[in-house]
């Protein structure tokens, strides 16, 4: 339904939007104005400790001063509460008391045929049920209380028994009034084309219903109570009220519970998903049988901006992550993605809940796979690279893939991500062919000197010694978090290319990345890798780890490769805000500059040296002053980040305060 735009004025006009707001957060009683309907608050966006979030009554209008989110009462449902838009105008224009207009009579018809095939199953999930908890339907009670599921899960999911039998539906629902045409339209009644009597299509069967966003029942899933039965799992049909493609099973019920707690989490089937939810993730929702849809990766981007695919960790479930995958693309946006938990040992949600407990299942989502980790190990895994032209190909299967994502922030990001992943592994391949000693090196930054370590032939270790400097660690933490944080990189870009590095190999690596970033775009990988200093793949394998390793012996699922930034910078394992990590990125390049600074002041009391007239003494004295004030401030900015990694620590319960926050 489209919606006149003096509707949703009035909706706005008559209802002020602190009231919506206020549903979700805390007003500050300082700071705000209610007679002036000025109010301020903590941004229910993102984390912050003093409030920078401002509803302005008079203007319908709220916006953050911190990350900078804006809208009004329609965007902020949308956005705090996972609705779609004709969701959110219905929901507002009830609390404001603003009558919708009624549909056209086409539409009308629709709404009629819709709400008889609903009331239809409504009616079928009913009769089910009764059959469920009557005798004939002990034996299904007893299976489900094998399968774990609690007497209240069994109520909440509704579960009903279909009884052998051709037509006991049928004959239950006609009996009630209902015409047998809508039994079939809605797809519990199948109707042969050689004119023979219709009968039910669900028979001995556990019957789950599906509902639709506002929970009512559209369709069913069945499970087979035949131990030879097949299908093992059966769906109600296409019908006007039921598409696979864009429906989730559960989703009524996880939409809040996933939103509010920022984590979806999808699995492949119904039984899965009442699994989890009983076992308390309650965000859960499952496919219906079908692959993986567009449709449905927009509408689980309204619940969580990055939801786990949960798939089993065996080969059929593989093969439905890595279908997915070709599906995800091309609707990638930015901040929006998946990530990949794929069960270890063939094992489904239910059996490792059964096996390990909610405690198991949650330390599999924990070690969950960005989904470029999974496009990188479906493609390099199998993936032959010991002549140019088998580089080549590699490197257009990943620019086909590339070529699939529409928005062209996320595209570039990929773009870089895949080139540098491909070039440091043709490196480390090509190495290796050649038998040089550095083929299986790896720069050792936990170690006192920082230095790196070439494994040669014989698997000793050879160790390079790091050369002291007090600016060493800050420039080493700063090339890790270029690599890790591209969009700070791209957004601090200028005062990067200007910084001094005290350290040679600190300063030919971001030379070559800042060159690999803007320049090396319209050239192939394979035409540039072998020409990139080597320095440049040190600091590269430190951060990303050995491409060539992964693709030999990949890591268990989920298993984080970039653990030396984070031993670097430990509180990065609490998962700090945004903000908190731009602060840091921003900090460290003030340190650097501060060298500069000290560098050029230095330079400048060198050239005057006895000879210093009025104008240089003026200079230097400029100077002075702007090294002092910046010392100053980097010495506030640093005690800051302590003071909130220090609290970030108490808050998750971690130990001691570590140095480098």
Not at 385 to 404: C, S, V, Y
Not at 521 to 538: C, I, K, P, T, W
Request: hydrophobic share 35%.
């Amino acid at each position: 339904m489209r919606f006149s735009p003096q509707l949703l004025d009035d909706i706005r006009n008559r209802l002020p939007l602190s009231e919506v707001v206020g549903r979700r957060v805390t007003w500050d009683r300082r700071k705000s104005q209610p007679g002036k309907g000025d109010f301020w608050a903590c941004c229910p966006f993102h984390q912050e400790n003093t409030p920078s979030f401002h509803v302005d009554d008079r203007r319908n209008r709220y916006k953050c001063f911190g990350c900078g989110e804006s809208g009004d009462h329609f965007k902020f449902l949308t956005e705090t509460e996972g609705l779609s838009f004709p969701e959110a105008v219905e929901q507002l224009a009830e609390m404001a008391g603003v009558p919708l207009p009624a549909p056209d009579p086409q539409a009308a018809k629709r709404q009629e045929k819709r709400t008889s095939l609903t009331d239809v199953c409504e009616l079928a999930a009913q009769y089910f049920r009764s059959v469920y908890l009557s005798p004939q339907g002990e034996h299904v009670r007893a299976y489900a209380a094998k399968r774990g599921l609690s007497q209240d899960i069994q109520q909440e999911f509704v579960f009903g028994f279909a009884p052998p039998g051709r037509d006991n539906l049928k004959r239950a629902l006609m009996g009630r009034g209902v015409d047998e045409a809508l039994l079939v339209e809605a797809g519990l009644l199948i109707k042969p084309d050689d004119g023979r009597p219709s009968y039910d299509r669900f028979r001995n069967r556990l019957m789950i219903p599906i509902h639709d966003d506002r929970g009512r029942a559209v369709a069913f899933g069945g499970r087979t109570m035949d131990p030879e039965g097949q299908p093992k799992y059966l769906n109600s049909p296409e019908t006007p009220i039921f598409h696979k493609g864009t429906m989730l099973f559960n989703a009524h019920r996880a939409r809040q519970h996933a939103f509010e707690r920022k984590q979806a989490i999808v699995v492949e089937g119904y039984m899965d998903a009442i699994a989890v939810w009983q076992a308390g993730f309650q965000g859960v929702v499952a496919s219906l049988g079908t692959a993986f849809t567009e449709e449905q990766c927009v509408r689980l981007w309204r619940f969580a901006d990055e939801p786990i695919i949960c798939f089993d960790g065996d080969v059929a479930g593989v093969s439905a992550a890595h279908r997915a995958i070709d599906r995800i693309l091309p609707v990638l946006t930015s901040g929006k993605s998946f990530q990949f938990a794929l069960l270890p040992d063939g094992k489904d949600p239910d059996d490792l809940i059964a096996a390990a407990g909610p405690a198991g299942f949650q330390a599999e989502l924990d070690k969950a796979q960005p989904l470029s980790q999974v496009v990188w190990e479906r493609e390099t895994g199998q993936a032959r690279i010991d002549t140019p032209e088998r580089k080549a190909a590699l490197e257009k299967t990943f620019d086909d893939l590339i070529g699939l994502i529409k928005d062209e922030r996320v595209r570039k990001r990929y773009q870089r991500d895949f080139r540098l992943r491909l070039s440091n592994l043709f490196f480390e391949e090509s190495r290796r062919a050649r038998g040089d000693s550095y083929g299986g090196g790896q720069w050792r930054s936990g170690s006192s000197s920082g230095g790196y370590q070439a494994r040669g032939r014989g698997g000793s270790f050879m160790r390079v010694e790091a050369p002291e400097s007090d600016k060493f660690g800050t420039e080493r933490t700063l090339c890790a978090m270029c690599l890790t944080f591209p969009d700070l990189f791209d957004r601090y870009y200028e005062r990067i290319v200007q910084l001094r590095f005290s350290n040679e190999l600190h300063a030919r690596f971001m030379a070559e990345y800042c060159r690999f970033a803007t320049d090396l775009q319209g050239e192939s990988v394979a035409q540039y890798f072998n020409h990139l200093d080597e320095r440049f793949y040190r600091i590269l394998s430190e951060v990303r780890g050995s491409e060539l390793e992964q693709v030999e012996t990949p890591a268990a699922a989920g298993v984080h490769r970039w653990g030396e930034l984070r031993h670097r910078l430990p509180i990065l394992k609490l998962d700090p805000p945004e903000d908190f990590i731009e602060q840091m990125f921003v900090h460290f390049i003030d340190v650097l500059e501060l060298g500069r600074l000290e560098t050029e002041l230095q330079e400048e009391l060198d050239a005057v040296s006895d000879n210093i007239d009025e104008a240089a003494w003026t200079r230097i004295q400029a100077m002075t002053q702007d090294l002092s004030r910046r010392r100053e401030e980097c010495a506030r900015d640093d005690q800051h980040l302590a003071e909130r990694a220090k609290r970030m620590r108490t808050t998750k319960g971690s130990g001691a305060v570590e140095a480098h926050y």
